[in-house]
């Protein structure tokens, strides 16, 4: 699971990018009425567990042409050897420490499917964050650094290169923006801007759907800005027209974690997800549940 962190200018364009996707969702309210009126045709079995949407960067979830997906959630973070540098905190001092990290999340997630192949995202997150030094951090740092205030903002682009077919599977590509923002909170601040871009493969079976995906990032300022980003292995289930199971195994660089949710579907238009982060590595989270409501407002 990922710890957010951006700049106060951010809001505005937050602001008005929301408001052109709330505006282009209302002007296309009645094409999408007609596309209500169409029979539904049935889907072929790989695409049983996830539909023919795009995927998104949220675990086991698709959006589909002319759909506003909307989606409040709420995550915690418990990390009992949390890797810190006292330079990272903006104090003399290159030696890294463990340290014990709390944080709390509310977050809201935006992602609108423009056409059958390409959607775009934004999500951005107030944060509270509290870490206690190691007991043998020898520099300045206090005993406990709290901090809070805006966390990450990111947009996203999310493309499908390939549709999947009974002979080969989907290809699809993503790029992600991170704005910097909270400089002067280092703890859950972004100093400058932090770029991604990735592909992925989706293939679908009669026994599960299955994808991976790998990226590259850059981080402005970073002694070494460009490094090996996020990867993933996934497994997604349709149990039920109510119920589906996802189970992925999520890295970025030597953090690697065991990703579990359940969705709930309680109709055509809203699921709720579960979801749960265990770390597999020293340097991953230890713990990360997370909880929100999926609404689609103009869902067919």
Not at 5 to 14: E, K, Q, V
Not at 130 to 142: C, G, I, Q, R
Not at 178 to 189: A, C, D, Q, T
Not at 247 to 258: A, P, R, T, W
Request: glycine share 8%; proline share 6%.
């Amino acid at each position: 699971m990922r710890t957010r962190h951006r700049h106060p200018a951010t809001c505005l364009t937050f602001t008005c990018v929301v408001g052109l996707l709330l505006e282009t969702t209302s002007a296309s309210a009645r094409a999408q009425a007609a596309d209500h009126a169409q029979p539904d045709t049935p889907e072929p079995v790989y695409l049983r567990d996830r539909g023919s949407g795009v995927a998104t960067s949220m675990f086991g979830t698709y959006v589909r042409r002319r759909e506003l997906l909307v989606y409040p959630f709420f995550e915690y973070y418990v990390d009992h050897d949390y890797e810190y540098a006292p330079v990272d905190l903006g104090v003399p001092g290159d030696v890294d420490y463990r340290g014990r990290y709390r944080a709390s999340e509310g977050l809201l997630f935006l992602g609108y499917g423009l056409t059958d192949n390409l959607a775009v995202e934004l999500e951005a997150a107030i944060i509270r964050a509290t870490l206690d030094t190691a007991p043998d951090d020898a520099s300045v740092l206090p005993d406990r650094i709290e901090e809070s205030g805006l966390g990450d903002v990111e947009a996203q682009i999310r493309w499908r290169m390939r549709t999947e077919n009974a002979t080969r599977p989907e290809l699809f590509s993503f790029a992600e923006l991170v704005f910097p923002r909270n400089e002067h909170k280092p703890l859950i601040g972004t100093p400058g801007v932090e770029l991604k871009a990735g592909v992925g493969l989706i293939r679908g079976f009669a026994l599960g759907t299955i994808s991976s995906r790998i990226a590259v990032e850059y981080a402005e300022g970073s002694t070494s800005p460009w490094d090996l980003g996020e990867y993933a292995v996934e497994y997604l289930k349709r149990l039920s027209p109510a119920w589906r199971i996802y189970v992925g195994i999520e890295g970025e660089q030597d953090e690697i974690s065991l990703i579990t949710e359940a969705q709930w579907h309680i109709g055509r238009k809203a699921f709720v997800r579960f979801n749960n982060g265990v770390g597999l590595t020293s340097k991953a989270t230890d713990w990360a549940p997370e909880v929100g409501i999926v609404f689609s407002p103009f869902a067919r």
